[in-house]
């Protein structure tokens, strides 16, 4: 059943969170966001400027010297765990905030936000490890050890893909590291990050350990980048925003964690199973409407095997059903904006002049519930090579570009031939083969037989233009603190 807007959405403008209080911005200054199904406004958002960035570090600054020192581990990880059951409270809004904000569909929605607690589970377990080690150094006067330390204020900017999911990603290991937050949500996609903060506030963190604030990447997110008392910015979207954020972020040394675009192969050897690898292409084609960074979105596929799996795919690329994201039966709703929009018509016309043949599956002629929202058919590019800019760069979209091979080298050659390395899917029953693959492709993930899906409990993060450091598992926890190496004499 639909949800009434009214029901769900405030009517004064979305706020602030700053040193444990929800605020409207200095100046007053608000921005609008939009439902991506109708185009229509749907609430107004504070915007933060400097001088809201300004006091929101401060305050996690406070917070980090003062009450957040003195928790002990345990006592962090309870904190964690009080989060993780005041979101399971809150994340029915919480989806349905996404199913306005983003255009995901309801049942996407909720499986992407019931995640989250176990996200928050998992690392309150881990903190409880963290240690630093004893090292049997060449001098007999010496003990020498290391402690493992918070970082400081950490910055976390998210995209509009998974906004609350990815936020706790971050937040996450940060807090369980001993670091304090200031969370930048996207402001294409701002309203749920608010609500998490409500879950935040009854958690009953000291004030200002997590801090939220909304604006545009340009000014709220870059004077967050820009401020000298932010230890470490954690980043998640757009490689060419990355790049910016890392050239800015050099200023003052921080530490990054850049998690950034990618264009998956999804490699499809003649000994592979042909149902499960169709269902992983169709499921990383609809699923957010292919705007997810580690979906495959090149479809490698030998040559022998390449008809069959192609007609499999077609027959359920006919059928999607493409609607509202509030109807449970939706599989794909629209594109977040018109900007993402206009990117994929752009890679529509970029293709068919390198001379790939874009095919599209659906036909909304007629579909009059469509006209407004940002809707796009999923759409293959046939006849394609690996040297065009559509089987190279992010589209970010219901679009996967189809080559072939003929030879497990060539395979390779075609995988590695991207200047992305975020995550790759081999589908084959040979064990020396997939364990070939494990070895030569350049990726930060590499599925074999499986989906390019990530878990909480294990690394994930890309190699090459696709990102440095990780996110999830111990690993993240470790990129968020630094180590310091003690050198006492015994002599
Ligand atoms: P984006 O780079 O446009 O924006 C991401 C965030 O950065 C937003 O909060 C934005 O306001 C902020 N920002 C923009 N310019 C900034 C600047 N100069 N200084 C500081 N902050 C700035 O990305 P997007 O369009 O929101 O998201 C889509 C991209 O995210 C895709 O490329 C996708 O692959 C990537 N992504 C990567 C992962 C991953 O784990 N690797 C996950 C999800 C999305």
Redo the contacts with the bound molecule.
Sequence with gaps: MPFELDTILRKEPYPLLIDGKEVASREGRTFETLNPATGRVIASVYEADEGDVNAAVAAARRAYEGPWSKFTPKERSKALLRLATKLAEHSELMAQLEVLDVGKPIAQSRASIVGTPATLEYYASVLLTLAGETINVSDNSLIDFTLRESLGVCGL??????PVS?AILKLAPALAAGNTVVI?????TPLSSVEMGRAILEAGFPAGVVNIVN????T???A??RHPDVAK?S????????Q??SR?AATTVKRLT?????KSPLVVFEDGDIAKAVGVAYADITRNTG????ACTRLVLHEKVADEFLEALTAKLVKVKVGDPQDEGTEMGPI?NQR?MQRISDYLAIGAEEGARPQSYLDFSGRKELEGGYFVPPILFHDAESGMRVARE?I?GPVQTVLRFKTEEDAVRIANDSPYG?AAVAMTRDAARAMRMARSVQAGSVCINHGAK?AVDAP???YKQ??IGK?RGIAAMLDDTQIKNVRFSVA
């Design positions: 900017i998210l995209p509009w893909n998974y990815l930048k949500p996207s402001e294409v604006g545009p990447g340009a709220t997110g870059m967050l980048v910015i980043f998640t979207g757009g490689t060419v925003t990355g910016a954020i800015e850049l998690e950034l675009g990618g705007q997810v960074c580690a977040v993402q992010e970010f975020l990530a994930f993060g890309g696709s990102g996110e």
